[in-house]
């Protein structure tokens, strides 16, 4: 459900008209959201990437020593 707040995001985001930063938003083009809901999702993905990409490849007693904290808040830099 789009808010007029992210319709106002995208268009000055784009430099663009309430037509078609609506139409943007409606056709899922651009998915806008707050920066807590963005953090939110960047947080979500990083712990799915950890569990479908890193916790696989590492031995047992290695796993104990992983730094999940350190390991996103360096993904966050990249």
């Not at 430099?15 to 056709?27: G, K, P, R, W």
């Not at 979500?44 to 730094?67: A, G, R, S």
């Amino acid at each position: 459900m789009k808010t007029t707040a992210q319709i106002e995001a995208l268009m000055q985001h784009l430099d663009c008209t309430v037509e078609e930063a609506d139409e943007l938003i409606e056709d899922r083009d651009y998915e806008v959201m707050t920066n807590e809901e963005a953090d939110e999702r960047r947080e979500e993905e990083l712990d799915q990437y950890l569990e479908d990409c890193i916790y696989p490849e590492l031995d047992d007693n290695v796993k104990n020593y992983f730094d999940d904290e350190a390991r996103k808040r360096d993904a966050r830099f990249d």
